[in-house]
Structure formats: C-alpha cells, structure tokens
C-alpha cells in the first residue's frame, strides 16, 4: 500500500540554525498537506501544495512540492522556541482511496536555547 | 469554536472491556476519520466516514467498529480492549474530499491493562 516517509525521524538544534524535513511517498500525490502538532497537542494544519513544483512560503516556513509530486520539504529558517513540535507530511491516495490522508512518519523538533 | 470536541479525554480500561469514543463537530462537515497515534508511526487511520450513515475501513480496523448514525457525530467502539490498543485516539472532520484541511480533536488518551 502507500506509505509515506519522513526523515528525520528526530532533529535537534539550536535556536537560530535552521531546520529541513523531508517526505516521500511511494506514490504519486495530488496534493501534500503540512501539519504541526505541539507536544500535548493535536495536529495543525499548516499549508496544502497542489501544484508540481509548487513553493510556498509562510514567514520563516518554506514548503515545496517535488516535480513528480512524490516528494515535499519543509524548511524552517532561524528556528525559535516556538517552533518546537513534530511536523507531518500527508497526501491522499491519487488513485482509489482518495478520501483518506496518509500521514507520514513525522519528524519531531527540538530546539535548544 | 468549539470544532473538533472528542469525549472522554482520558480513560483507562483492563483487557475485554468495552467502550465508545465520541466525536463531534459543529462546523457542518461531510467528512470525518478516526486515527490512532502511537510513538515513532505516525498517524494511522482506523475508519472514516464520507457521510452520515456511511462508514469504511482504514489502515487499521481490526478490533474497533464505528457509527454515523448523524452528520455532526462519529463514534468509535471498541467492543473487547486489548492492550494493543493502548494509545491516543484523533478524531478529524473535513469539509472535502480528497481530504482538505483536516481538523482534529484535541484526542483521547485510552490506556488498556
């Protein structure tokens, strides 16, 4: 079945240094979704791509869809705090299935002061 | 804004009890999904419903059964506990499909000994 990767698994790093996940699905995907989950919390949704090739930004969040729309990125510029949590990739199936998310692995940030 | 409400936050069960998690959601969504969230795997979907009195099967429905016997509510059974099952349940509505936005519950914490 599809499945969804995420690395790393972990990422610590000092506030200021930036921070990049990676997903890969071993699918093609019509769109990828971005979700933050605070520690105690539940899922956020961040940003959806839609588009192959497609770069979002949202303040020091970069989002980016691969070209063969199988893999996406996030990239945190000088990490704060507050952006501590794990960050999730998920994708609908593009064929059958398409009303169910599959989430990746997530990959969960610490930021050190 | 209440959204997503999930009840009971927390509970704790021994081995063959049975029990219900209830979701509800105010904002009039079609679409709602059961996952279950354990360490290191990411969010699994368990069952999802693309409309009331409709339901369908996940990643990971072995062991529970849902309802949507109304719009605004999506109910997850566990009808024996086992251990396995020891996690923390998100429930999740959504207005479209494939998938939009997701919005999730602030999730149940079920402890099965």
């Known amino acids: 079945g599809q499945q969804v990767m995420q690395i790393p698994q972990y990422q610590h790093v000092q506030e200021g240094e930036d921070f990049t996940t990676y997903c890969n699905s071993s699918?093609?995907?019509?769109?990828i979704q971005w979700y933050k989950q605070r520690p105690g919390g539940h899922p956020v949704f961040l940003i959806q791509?839609?588009?192959?090739?497609e770069v979002k930004k949202q303040k020091r969040l970069t989002f980016q869809f691969g070209e063969a729309k199988k893999n996406s990125s996030l990239h945190i510029t000088a990490t704060q705090t507050t952006d501590v949590g794990t960050y999730f990739c998920?994708?609908?199936?593009?064929?059958?299935?398409?009303?169910?998310?599959?989430f990746g692995t997530g990959t969960q940030l610490k930021v050190e002061l | 804004n209440a959204g997503v409400t999930q009840t009971p936050k927390f509970r704790v069960l021994k081995t063959g009890q049975s029990m219900t998690l209830l979701c509800a959601q105010d904002?009039?969504?079609?679409?709602m999904y059961w996952y279950r969230q354990d360490p290191g795997m990411g969010l699994r979907l368990i069952h999802y419903?693309?409309?009331?009195?409709?339901?369908a099967k996940g990643e990971v429905p072995d062991g529970y059964n849902v309802s949507r016997l109304k719009k605004q509510n999506f109910l997850l059974g566990l009808e024996s506990a086992a251990p396995s099952q020891t996690s923390v349940y998100f429930c999740?509505?959504?207005?479209?499909?494939?998938?939009?936005?997701?919005?999730f519950g602030e999730g149940s914490r079920l402890t099965v000994l």
């Open positions: 999740a509505s959504s207005m479209t499909s494939p998938p939009g936005e997701l919005f």
């Open positions: 699918t093609t995907l019509s769109n």
């Open positions: 791509l839609v588009k192959s090739g």
């Open positions: 998920a994708g609908p199936r593009i064929t059958g299935g398409g009303n169910k998310l599959t």
């Open positions: 904002m009039n969504h079609e679409y």
């Open positions: 419903s693309v409309g009331e009195g409709t339901t």
